[in-house]
């Protein structure tokens, strides 16, 4: 069986300030989405891609099936939109062995992360996350503000997309977590349902890039703009 891609879009792109979904945002005159699945077939990704849409959309579902993706209907939160999209898998690619969830707001991750990712899935790993290293200091702290102490930042990482899973892995932990009754809003990638409930399984972390940044607010955008003009035409 072959790889899927699931291209989460459905988040509504609050924080952007747009009042439109964050996948519709223009980036050089074209939207997010758009840059997404392009940068999924430049990185030799031929499968089915599904992008989960928010309810009602018409515009973003019309985006993806111009670039040869199918819109799912996603739901509430980034978690509950994977799982819609993994039901649809399932009913209409049931020879799906491996699927890529990546965010449609990391549109300019480079095709090289997409091939770690692949390359890792085919040598038999069944959960495998890009990362890169903080540059930040990092502290933890209470409620109230005060800190609780500097944590070592050398054995911390910042998690990316195209996160890369064995589809059946996959689909039992975001059962799981339902059966289970965690709140799915606090789930923010998918890597740590397995952690959560499929211990014992690796998760193999491989180098992210920083151009896989997420398109949150909007410094982002102007970020990503400055990394589309510096990109060969
Ligand atoms: O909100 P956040 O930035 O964590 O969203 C990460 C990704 O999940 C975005 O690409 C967003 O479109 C997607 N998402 C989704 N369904 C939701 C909320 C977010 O597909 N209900």
Redesign the pocket.
Known sequence: GGFAVVV?????GTRLGHGIP??LVALDGRPLLEHALRGIRCAGLTGPVLV?VPAGDVELSATARAHGARPVT?????A??VREALTELARSEPACTAVLVH???RCLTPPEVFRTVVDRLRAGERAVVPVLPVADTMRRVDDAGRSLGTVDRTVLRAVQTPQGFDLALLRSVHRAAAEAGTDPGSV?DDASLVEAHAPGTTVLTVPGHEHAF?I?RPLDLVLAEAVLRGRAP
């Open positions: 989460v879009a459905a988040g509504s964050k996948a989960t996603g739901g509430a939160s980034r509950e939109s965010d449609a707001a923010t997420k949150t």
